[in-house]
Structures are given as structure tokens and as C-alpha cells.
């Protein structure tokens, strides 16, 4: 059954250092998907993407997020700046009409 | 925003037995899903539903969509340990163009034998 992958499934990075995290969604999916989950909280929205572009974004995502699609298969999110507040998992979805089919998350813990 | 509350936060029960748990809103979704969750896994997504009214059946788990579409639960009947989970509800606020899902806190479930 296909599935939503992610890489890496552990980064721990220094406070101010640039993350790029990688997802490959289900290939014929057309929405992606961007969450994080502090631990103990939520899962929250980050950003979603349709079409080559940003079609919703949440509060959370600000100027230090960025994400792209480089070429038919993987999906990224890049933290340009990482603060301590970023350590979270990072989960990656993709979807194609109602359902969202997440990855099994990417750990990232700033220092 | 839209917020998801579910409840009971945490259930205890005995294999064999029956559950409830909620998932309400005041706020009108598109579709509600429910995920179940590992601790540091993904949400691993088990049903979506989309009609106010809708019932679902995953084996011995049933879903229902309020008939108004802010409020959703899940029966489980006859627990097994391997029910043992999180699970979520998720609702997501746009038609059929898939748009952001709202997360509730979850139901931690624990099915003792």
C-alpha cells in the first residue's frame, strides 16, 4: 500500500542553523501537507500546497519557513533560522479529495 | 479558528468492554476524520466522513458525523489491548478542496486484558 515517507526521522540541529526537512508524498496525490506536534500538544497546521504553490498558510508559518517542490516526488520544508521553540515532530501529509495520509514524521530538536 | 474538543481525555477499560468517545465542535466542518495514533508515529488515518448524518463501520469500530456536522463519535465494541491508542478527530474546514485539518487533543484509550 503506498505510503507518505519522510527523512529524516531524527535531525537535531543548533539554534540559528538552516533544516531542510524531506517528505515523498503518495504519487498521485495532488495536496500537500505540512504539521507539527510539540510534545504533548496538537498536531497543527503549517502550511498546504496545490498546484505548485501555496494555497494555505497558519500563523506559525512565517518568513523562516519556506517549502517547494524541486521535482515530481519529494516535497521539503525549509527552517532557515531554527529557534529552540522549533523542536517539534514535523509531519508531512498528502491527500486527494477529502483524506490526509500522514508520514511517520520527521523529530527535530534545536539546541 | 475552529477547535475540536474530545472527550474523555483518557479511558481505562477492560478488554471485552464497550466505548464512546466524543468529538464536538461549535463550528461547522466539510468532512471529519479520525486518526489513531503511536506514540512518536504518524496519524494513521482510519475513516473520513462527509454527510451530516453518516455512519461508518470499520470492523468492530463505528463512526458517526452529527447531523449538523460539528460533532462526530466513535463506538468501539467488545475492546480489545490491541485498541490501545490515541485517537484524534480532525475536521477539515473546506469543501471538497482540501484544506487545512483542525486536530483535537485525542483519546488516550487503554485496553487492559
Known amino acids: 500500500e503506498p505510503e507518505v515517507t519522510q527523512t529524516p526521522s531524527h535531525q537535531v540541529t543548533q539554534m540559528g542553523q538552516e533544516v531542510i526537512l524531506r517528505c515523498v508524498p503518495i504519487s498521485n496525490h495532488l495536496y500537500f501537507y505540512w504539521y507539527r506536534q510539540i510534545l504533548g500538544q496538537k498536531v497543527e497546521f503549517l502550511v498546504s500546497f496545490y498546484n505548485n504553490e501555496i494555497s494555505e498558510k497558519s500563523e506559525i508559518f512565517d518568513d523562516q519557513f519556506s517549502v517547494e517542490r524541486p521535482d515530481g516526488s519529494n516535497f521539503t520544508l525549509k527552517i532557515r533560522s531554527t529557534k529552540l521553540e522549533d523542536s517539534a515532530m514535523y509531519f508531512c501529509?498528502?491527500?486527494?479529495?477529502?483524506?490526509?495520509?500522514f508520514g511517520p514524521g520527521t523529530r527535530l530538536t534545536v539546541t | 479558528t475552529q477547535l475540536l474538543e474530545q472527550s474523555p481525555q483518557f479511558l481505562s477499560i477492560q478488554e471485552g468492554e464497550n466505548l464512546t468517545v466524543y468529538c464536538n465542535s461549535s463550528s461547522v466542518f466539510s468532512s471529519l476524520q479520525w486518526y489513531r495514533q503511536e506514540p512518536g508515529e504518524g496519524p494513521v488515518l482510519l475513516v473520513t466522513?462527509?454527510?451530516?448524518?453518516e455512519v461508518k463501520k470499520l470492523k468492530r469500530l463505528t463512526f458517526q458525523f452529527g447531523d449538523a456536522r460539528k460533532d462526530s463519535s466513535l463506538h468501539i465494541t467488545a475492546a480489545q489491548p490491541g485498541d490501545t491508542g490515541l485517537y484524534l478527530c480532525a475536521g477539515g474546514d473546506r469543501g471538497s478542496t482540501l484544506g487545512r485539518l483542525y486536530f483535537g487533543r485525542g483519546t488516550q484509550l487503554t485496553v487492559w486484558p
Open positions: 466522513v462527509v454527510t451530516g448524518g
Open positions: 501529509a498528502s491527500g486527494l479529495t477529502y483524506e490526509q495520509y
